[in-house]
């Protein structure tokens, strides 16, 4: 089965975006080292195109958290699926997100996190989509606010596939 795929953001429009998320993370994190937590697999393609645009120290590491199966409904149910690596214990950490729907991902795992004793724990999604919103969470850098429409691309899946699109697109179903 193949679906209709059309540009919500250009490429060139998401680059652009990046670098200037990448500008700020620099200047707020200035004289420090960022630890980017990536969460796998959707925040791959964002985490490491924000990752070269950062100019203060960076470490990186992978954690695998799913509220999803190859459906466009949340389950409501998130587990982890492979944990950390390495301890966060005061480090300045950074959680990068493809997308903020409902929010349960992340409250959940911000949670997890925070009692781990970071130095401190921001959030950046490269999506959001503030309408959907059932838990509150506090978003620290958003890429864009979009409309409530299930996207695809720059690391995003329909049925695991389309992340490796270099742009984001609207399934039409
Ligand atoms: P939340 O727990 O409802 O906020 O869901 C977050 C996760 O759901 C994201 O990390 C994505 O993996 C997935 N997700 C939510 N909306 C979309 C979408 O429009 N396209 C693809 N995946 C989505
Ligand atoms: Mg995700």
Do not use: W
């Not at 990046?18 to 200047?27: D, N, V, Y």
């Not at 389950?75 to 982890?80: D, L, N, Q």
């Not at 729907?101 to 781990?116: C, F, H, N, Q, V």
């Amino acid at each position: 089965m193949s679906e209709k795929i059309s540009v919500l953001i250009s490429e060139e429009d998401v680059d652009k975006r990046i670098e200037e998320l990448g500008k700020k993370i620099s200047e707020d994190y200035a004289g420090k080292t960022v630890h980017l937590v990536c969460v796998l697999k959707g925040s791959i393609f964002f985490t490491c195109e924000l990752a070269k645009r950062i100019t203060v120290p960076v470490t990186m590491d992978f954690i695998s958290c799913s509220s999803y199966g190859n459906d466009t409904k949340s389950s409501g149910v998130v587990k982890i699926a492979k944990d950390l690596d390495e301890s966060i214990e005061g480090k300045d950490v950074i959680v990068i997100e493809d997308i903020i729907d409902s929010g349960r991902t992340l409250s959940y795992l911000l949670e997890i996190l925070k009692a781990r004793k970071p130095a401190s724990l921001a959030l950046c999604t490269l999506l959001d989509k503030p309408e959907r919103r059932v838990k509150n969470v506090t978003v620290d850098y958003v890429g864009f606010d979009i409309p409530d429409e299930f996207v695809v691309g720059y690391g995003l899946d329909y049925a695991q596939k389309y992340r490796n699109l270099p742009y984001v697109g609207v399934v039409e179903l």
